[in-house]
């Protein structure tokens, strides 16, 4: 397929992904193709119902030329007949315990079907691969079939009261989780930046990931770094000359749907840190891309480690929720070694 992208037209590892389009494509054909033979054998009849669909197709594409007929009338025959095969198709499959789609192809992205394009823009599933392949985000996937709102565990979060804090940490953590899958619904139409602390082990990078997993699920493109890895990069793009990945490494940061920076404040404070991360910050707010920010620094060594600009907009525009508790990392351990005993 011969299409040119926005930027990197001449990268080749554009060409790998729409190779790797390529390839789903007809692996979800060729499937097809094999469920449609074996239906088929199963039900002749089936086979000539999808002859004869084909000659009714050809037959209404040729009535376009013809002279002398009322075309209106002929096309509203044929399609009584297509309909009336389709239904007789349906039954049959359905008769024989077939799913109804069961002889379609099932591409990967219904949305493009698998050619990465909706018209000539990109579908967000390509968006998406081009910030996996840039970020080696590959990884992330296989997380977040582990870590997402379906295997979201409660009873790690004590429902007793909790070192003077207002709300026993499971009232808390409910509170939270309801922020966030209104955050993800809402992800459209209101503008939200969150904003995790708390100390270790308490499921910040977890929940980051369930919101991560929903919104790609519903076709947004999201981009995960630690506020270190960011800032690698960063320093890459910076001190290297004019590069075309580079340039698309940077644009990504500012365009993804939603940016995740976790553990913030583990990162090597310096003037230049603290410029990027004010810029970007600043950029996402200002064209209004949401962001979710983790940190388990406590809120008054974030003061000491931030530059008020900094710190004015994350107070000013994320909205702060504390996560407090035992530390998840330390039972899970914990049951482990019981487990294993
Ligand atoms: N609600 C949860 N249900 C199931 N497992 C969880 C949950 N929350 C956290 N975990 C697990 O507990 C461990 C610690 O969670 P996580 O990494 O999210 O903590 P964190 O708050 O990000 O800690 P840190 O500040 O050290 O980065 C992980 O192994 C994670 O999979
Ligand atoms: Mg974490
Ligand atoms: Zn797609």
Redesign the pocket.
């Given at each position: 397929m011969k299409r040119k992208m926005s930027n990197n037209s001449n990268s080749t590892y554009i060409n790998d992904i729409l190779s790797e389009y390529e390839k789903m494509r007809s692996f979800a054909e060729d499937a097809a193709k094999v469920r449609l033979n074996e239906v088929y054998e199963h039900i002749p009849r089936i086979k000539e119902i999808d002859t004869e669909l084909g000659v009714l197709g050809a037959q209404l594409a040729q009535a376009v030329f013809k002279k002398g007929i009322d075309i209106d009338d002929f096309i509203s025959k044929q399609k009584q007949k297509s309909e009336k095969l389709k239904a007789e198709r349906a039954e049959l499959l359905s008769r024989h315990n077939y799913p109804a789609n069961y002889t379609d192809v099932i591409y990967k992205c219904k949305a493009c079907e698998d050619t990465g394009f909706i018209g000539s823009s990109q579908c967000s599933c390509l968006k998406q691969r081009i910030i996996d392949r840039n970020y080696n985000q590959s990884n992330l996937k296989n997380i977040l079939k582990k870590?997402n709102f379906d295997?979201?565990?409660?009873n790690?979060y004590s429902p007793y009261s909790f070192e003077g804090e207002p709300l026993s940490p499971r009232k808390n953590i409910e509170e939270i989780v309801t922020t966030c899958i209104n955050f993800v619904q809402n992800f459209d139409t209101s503008y939200e930046n969150l904003f995790f602390f708390?100390?270790?082990?308490?499921?910040?990078?977890?929940?980051s990931n369930c919101i991560a997993k929903s919104l790609l699920d519903n076709g947004y493109t999201v981009m995960y770094q630690t506020a270190s890895g960011l800032l690698d990069t960063l320093k890459e793009i910076r001190f290297s000359n004019n590069d075309d990945n580079l340039n698309t490494k940077l644009e990504i940061i500012f365009s993804c749907d939603l940016l995740i920076i976790d553990?913030l404040g583990t990162e090597y404070i310096t003037d230049f840190s603290q410029m990027e991360i004010f810029n970007i910050i600043n950029k996402r707010l200002l064209s209004q891309k949401k962001m979710i920010i983790?940190t388990?620094l406590h809120l008054e060594n974030l003061y000491k480690t931030y530059s008020e600009r900094i710190i004015s907009r994350l107070f000013g525009n994320f909205t702060m929720y504390k996560?407090y508790g035992d530390d998840?990392?330390l039972k899970?351990a914990e049951n482990r070694r019981k487990a294993k005993k």
């Amino acid at each position: 397929m011969k299409r040119k992208m926005s930027n990197n037209s001449n990268s080749t590892y554009i060409n790998d992904i729409l190779s790797e389009y390529e390839k789903m494509r007809s692996f979800a054909e060729d499937a097809a193709k094999v469920r449609l033979n074996e239906v088929y054998e199963h039900i002749p009849r089936i086979k000539e119902i999808d002859t004869e669909l084909g000659v009714l197709g050809a037959q209404l594409a040729q009535a376009v030329f013809k002279k002398g007929i009322d075309i209106d009338d002929f096309i509203s025959k044929q399609k009584q007949k297509s309909e009336k095969l389709k239904a007789e198709r349906a039954e049959l499959l359905s008769r024989h315990n077939y799913p109804a789609n069961y002889t379609d192809v099932i591409y990967k992205c219904k949305a493009c079907e698998d050619t990465g394009f909706i018209g000539s823009s990109q579908c967000s599933c390509l968006k998406q691969r081009i910030i996996d392949r840039n970020y080696n985000q590959s990884n992330l996937k296989n997380i977040l079939k582990k870590e997402n709102f379906d295997t979201f565990v409660f009873n790690y979060y004590s429902p007793y009261s909790f070192e003077g804090e207002p709300l026993s940490p499971r009232k808390n953590i409910e509170e939270i989780v309801t922020t966030c899958i209104n955050f993800v619904q809402n992800f459209d139409t209101s503008y939200e930046n969150l904003f995790f602390f708390g100390n270790s082990g308490l499921g910040k990078t977890f929940l980051s990931n369930c919101i991560a997993k929903s919104l790609l699920d519903n076709g947004y493109t999201v981009m995960y770094q630690t506020a270190s890895g960011l800032l690698d990069t960063l320093k890459e793009i910076r001190f290297s000359n004019n590069d075309d990945n580079l340039n698309t490494k940077l644009e990504i940061i500012f365009s993804c749907d939603l940016l995740i920076i976790d553990d913030l404040g583990t990162e090597y404070i310096t003037d230049f840190s603290q410029m990027e991360i004010f810029n970007i910050i600043n950029k996402r707010l200002l064209s209004q891309k949401k962001m979710i920010i983790s940190t388990n620094l406590h809120l008054e060594n974030l003061y000491k480690t931030y530059s008020e600009r900094i710190i004015s907009r994350l107070f000013g525009n994320f909205t702060m929720y504390k996560f407090y508790g035992d530390d998840i990392r330390l039972k899970i351990a914990e049951n482990r070694r019981k487990a294993k005993k």
